[in-house]
């Protein structure tokens, strides 16, 4: 449905820190990476913070690019990068407050590009809340790297999270499900494309003032 729907990149969670249904094992995520198509992304979202286990589980998944949460450690990404070169890295920053300006900077220097997200007490992702996008807003105007917005986002907001974070890209896992967890396809289909459109808008009205 993803796919269908025209979305860049889909995103398998493994190794979590607490049970959602969303998290799949190692082989059934190797599995469907294995029949992604051409030019889509395929994403491991994990928890875990140990480097060995972050590139074993990376090599035989077979994605393209690894998305750190939690409290992995940016020391190590450098390690982590020689031991899968092939492999782009995201960092996950929770915006909490406004330190997460000075936490995204760091994270900027290591990874590939660093996703924003909303937490809970209990939870560092997959919440279904916003946070404040004017924080979000700073830090891509902060950092060279590109960003990625998520927590909360569904067809509803997305526009409106485009036309004030502009960021490279969005994240959306609940606001696309039924109440009972399983995927839309309908608002999968119009989460999809209102993200591009108003990508897009946006797009044309930085050239428009470049050009004045």
Partial sequence: MAVSGGADALGFLVGLNYRTDDEVDLETARRIIS???????????????????????CK???????QLHGD??????PELRRRIPNVRIIKAVNVVDESAVTRAVAAAQQADAVLLDSRTATRIGGTGHTHDWTISARIVKTIEKPVILAGGLKPENVVKAI??????????????EFPDGSKSPQRIDDFINLAKKSAASVVAGAELMAGR
């Fill in 35 to 57: 029949e992604i198509p051409p030019f889509v992304s395929s994403v491991l979202v994990t928890h875990k913070v140990d480097m060995e286990w972050v590139a074993e589980t």
């Fill in 60 to 66: 035989q998944s077979g994605c393209s690019t690894v």
């Fill in 72 to 77: 992995f450690a940016l020391a190590q990404i």
């Fill in 163 to 176: 036309e004030v974070v502009q960021p490279f890209a969005v994240d959306v896992n609940s606001g696309v």
